[in-house]
């Protein structure tokens, strides 16, 4: 039974970081794409990073590029995402996911395109 469990969120202030973290635990030999989505009321949830937990990637939506760095330590079994310069705009709910299957550039950000979530972790910047 996989299961991901998602840590690290709270309020911050514009200009600060935070460092979410995100432990995986069933995945037997890992899985082989794991991403950060998220997600505001109202709105569809929407990719931030992905890699190849091979050792691929990794790869960044436009509006996070340069601010936000995602990681993999496959001994811990856990995805991170180093998340700086925050802004009010990345107010939101921040999901784990994670794909049994290797993915295209054209999916990577796609949600049906990973199997299984958590259950996310919020984080609010205030400005």
């Known amino acids: 039974h996989v299961r991901l469990v998602e840590s690290g969120g709270g309020s911050v202030q514009a200009g600060g970081s935070l460092r979410l973290s995100c432990a995986a635990s069933?995945?037997?030999?890992?899985?082989?794409?794991m991403a950060w989505f998220r997600q505001t009321p109202g709105n569809e949830r929407e990719g931030i990073a992905t890699?190849?937990?091979?050792?691929?990637?990794?790869h960044y939506a436009d509006f996070v590029k340069g601010r936000f760095r995602i990681s993999h330590d496959k001994a811990q079994a856990t995805l991170y995402i180093q998340m700086n310069n925050l802004e009010p705009e990345d107010t939101a709910r921040y999901y784990c996911?994670?794909?049994?299957?290797?993915?295209?550039?054209?999916?990577?950000?796609?949600?049906?395109?990973?199997?299984?979530w958590g259950q996310g972790t919020p984080v609010t910047v205030s400005s």
């Open positions: 996911a994670a794909s049994k299957n290797y993915l295209t550039p054209d999916n990577w950000f796609t949600v049906a395109a990973y199997d299984y």
């Open positions: 069933g995945v037997g030999y890992g899985m082989p794409y």
């Open positions: 890699l190849y937990t091979g050792g691929g990637g990794p």
